[in-house]
T-cell receptor
Framework: DVKVTQSSRYLVKRTGEKVFLECVQDMDHENMFWYRQDPGLGLRLIYFSYDVKMKEKGDIPEGYSVSREKKERFSLILESASTNQTSMYLCASSFGQGASWAKNIQYFGAGTRLSVL | GENVEQHPSTLSVQEGDSAVIKCTYS??????FPWYKQELGKRPQLIIDIRSNVGEKKDQRIAVTLNKTAKHFSLHITETQPEDSAVYFC?????????FGDGTTLTVKP
């Protein structure tokens, strides 16, 4: 079974704080993703990574950065948290390699609910 | 970028009825079309997918149909059960990157 683990289920931070959200996968997946989920807005892609030290902006990257120093770990960083970043954050990974269509299946972590006060 | 529209946003059916959710996308390069189910308080999980060279795929009570010319694909659930109640997301995918629809909240009334 694929395991995608997010370090915290709930976080409460103050405006202006630097926030780190960590995600680890144990299936040697190439691709990793960070989404935020807000009611009625689906899952919006913040950043994704196709390989170690590689990152690409998603649809809503403003106010966020990411780090992927090791293949299994993908971190989301809020440099200076703001109240409009209060949300559910979901990490996902996919195999990304090979000919099988299964390489595209995304496996999600349980999510981190972040509140910025 | 990809523009994805999912309809309806909410759907309520009686147990045993069928449910259909439609997803329209804009990127003609999308070549993989999954549906994810998210139960309350849980993570999204893949329930069925289809690739661009196939028109229909069925897995027991669920099926997905794809019309690549019209750029839409649909999720069909037959003989709905209370445990089908969840939020469903379409996620057309190109080169491994998925764009999720806004979700459809399905409620199955016993």
């Amino acid at each position: 079974d694929v395991k995608v683990t997010q370090s915290s289920r709930y976080l409460v931070k103050r405006t202006g704080e630097k926030v780190f959200l960590e995600c680890v996968q144990d299936m040697d997946h190439e691709n990793m993703f960070w989404y935020r989920q807000d009611p009625g807005l689906g899952l919006r892609l913040i950043y994704f990574s196709y390989d170690v030290k590689m990152k690409e902006k998603g649809d809503i990257p403003e106010g966020y950065s990411v780090s992927r120093e090791k293949k299994e770990r993908f971190s989301l960083i809020l440099e200076s948290a703001s109240t409009n970043q209060t949300s559910m954050y979901l990490c996902a990974s996919s195999f990304g390699q090979g000919a099988s269509w299964a390489k595209n299946i995304q496996y999600f972590g349980a999510g981190t609910r972040l509140s910025v006060l | 970028g990809e523009n994805v529209e999912q309809h309806p946003s909410t759907l309520s059916v009686q147990e045993g009825d069928s449910a259909v959710i439609k997803c329209t996308y804009s990127d003609s390069a999308s070549n993989y079309f999954p549906w994810y189910k998210q139960e309350l308080g849980k993570r999204p999980q893949l329930i069925i997918d289809i690739r661009s060279n196939v028109g229909e795929k069925k897995d027991q009570r669920i099926a997905v149909t794809l019309n690549k010319t019209a750029k839409h694909f649909s999720l069909h659930i037959t003989e709905t059960q209370p445990e089908d109640s969840a939020v469903y997301f379409c996620a057309p995918t190109n080169a491994g990157k998925s764009t999720f629809g806004d979700g459809t909240t399905l409620t199955v009334k016993p």
